[in-house]
């Protein structure tokens, strides 16, 4: 059954938790992408201590913003990420991005807790990004909520390694290449993989749907069931067992569809 994605790569409405003045923090960084698809879709920062962020409103919490945020992403300390998730839920967000780290990576009781938090997104109906990641990316949507900017063009990339996706997007660029969309899933691989969405025709078709994670444990090149797009899965082991594992991984992969 097709999952309706667009929440994430074009909601009606992003709000950015933890957004920030200081340039060399996630919630600048985050808050600056937000702030330039502002023309698309209204675009909320949250910051404890309200005032504003880049000249721009800052509101205390999720809960006292206008409207419930289609999508959220949360980059603030691991203590208060749960909290963060529960009151975005209660807004009633579709889609959350989790940059925040120290959770599952952890182990022990955090990753127990990343665990039962990822239940209760599912309860509610929503879908999760992450947490442990970089971000997301659609360049048809103009939304950049990452670290840095990519290039526009026509590869879909699924990554699990944030520093390898930056690598492929500045690599890009040497060779006149870009993207047309990008998850970083961070914790989310040790869970599941993406589902299938539904596909969007106001989008160009992809050349390239790219997936990296060392979960796969090993590396394949298929046709998705578009003809005109190839998957390429690409991990960091080679055996039998991991090879099945990534071709049948890559059966699925219209999962970011056309982006």
Same mark, same amino acid.
């Given at each position: 059954m097709p999952r309706d994605l667009r929440p994430l790569f074009d909601p009606t409405s992003v709000a950015i938790l933890g957004a920030s003045d200081d340039p060399?923090?996630?919630?600048?960084?985050?808050?600056? =992408?937000?702030?330039? =698809?502002? =023309? #698309?879709r209204p675009?909320?920062?949250?910051?404890?201590?309200?005032?504003?962020?880049?000249?721009?409103?800052?509101?205390?919490?999720v809960t006292e913003l206008p409207e419930s945020?289609?999508?959220?992403? +949360?980059?603030?300390?691991?203590?208060?990420?749960? !909290?963060?998730?529960? @009151?975005?839920?209660? %807004?009633?967000? #579709?889609?959350l991005v989790g940059i925040t780290a120290g959770l599952g990576e952890a182990g022990g009781d955090a990753a127990a807790r990343e665990r039962a938090l990822? !239940? &209760?997104? #599912?309860?509610?109906?929503? %879908?999760?990004?992450?947490?442990?990641?970089?971000?997301?990316? @659609?360049?048809?949507? @103009?939304?950049?909520?990452?670290?840095?900017?990519?290039?526009?063009?026509?590869?879909?990339?699924i990554s699990q390694s944030g520093n390898l996706a930056l690598e492929l997007g500045l %690599?890009? &660029? &040497?060779?006149?290449?870009?993207?047309? &969309?990008?998850?970083?899933?961070?914790?989310? +691989?040790?869970?599941?993989?993406?589902?299938r969405s539904e596909s969007d025709s106001r989008q160009?078709?992809?050349? #390239?749907v790219t997936v990296f994670s060392d979960g796969l444990r090993s590396a394949s090149t298929r046709r998705t069931r578009d003809s005109s797009s190839t998957a390429i899965a690409l991990s960091l082991a080679n055996d039998t067992m991991r090879r099945t594992r990534v071709k049948t991984f890559c059966c699925d992969l219209p999962l970011i569809p056309r982006a």
């Open positions: 060399a923090k996630w919630g600048n960084w985050l808050a600056r =992408g937000a702030l330039r =698809g502002a =023309g #698309r675009v909320y920062l949250v910051n404890r201590n309200g005032g504003e962020v880049l000249g721009t409103r800052a509101y205390p919490a945020p289609e999508l959220v992403v +949360i980059a603030v300390p691991a203590a208060g990420f749960e !909290q963060a998730v529960d @009151d975005s839920l209660a %807004m009633g967000a #579709r889609a990822v !239940q &209760r997104v #599912r309860d509610a109906g929503a %879908m999760l990004l992450g947490p442990n990641c970089l971000g997301v990316y @659609d360049a048809s949507s @103009d939304l950049g909520l990452c670290s840095n900017e990519f290039p526009p063009g026509s590869i879909g990339l %690599m890009s &660029r &040497r060779y006149s290449l870009g993207f047309s &969309r990008f998850a970083s899933i961070g914790n989310c +691989i040790k869970r599941s993989s993406p589902g160009e078709p992809l050349s #390239r």
